[in-house]
């Protein structure tokens, strides 16, 4: 299973981005998808997850309320829509795949793709 991540890029404070996640994993409906990051000098984190039908999310405290995870069956994409941004926000950006239910933990995800920066500019 690949992953690609994209739509990082210089960001400001305030600002709005949405993060692209294109798979290979089939059948896309079968996988949870989740969003991760890791800051700099700092261990990666959860950021949101979605269920294979997409009837379930989840989301870091630290995002809540600013933060929509989406996904289309169709294109096999799962998105990260970020709304008023911080510079905290600042990090590396990875799209991870799991067969089966969400969950939060980073050691539950199977495939992850490479990442992409995003960073929050003040």
């Known amino acids: 299973v690949q992953l690609q991540a994209s739509g990082g890029g210089l960001v400001p404070v305030g600002g709005s981005l949405r993060l692209s996640c294109a798979t290979s994993a089939r059948p896309f409906n079968t996988y949870a998808m989740a969003w991760f990051r890791q800051a700099p000098g700092k261990e990666r984190e959860f950021v949101a997850t979605i269920s294979g039908s997409g009837l379930s999310q989840s989301y870091a405290a630290s995002v809540q309320g600013r933060a929509a995870v989406a996904r289309d069956n169709t294109k096999t994409t799962v998105y990260l829509q970020m709304n008023s941004l911080r510079p905290e926000d600042t990090a590396v950006y990875y799209c991870?795949?799991?067969?089966?239910?969400?969950?939060?933990?980073?050691?539950?995800?199977?495939?992850w793709g490479p990442g992409t920066q995003v960073t929050v500019s003040s």
């Open positions: 991870a795949a799991k067969a089966g239910p969400v969950g939060i933990e980073e050691y539950e995800y199977t495939y």
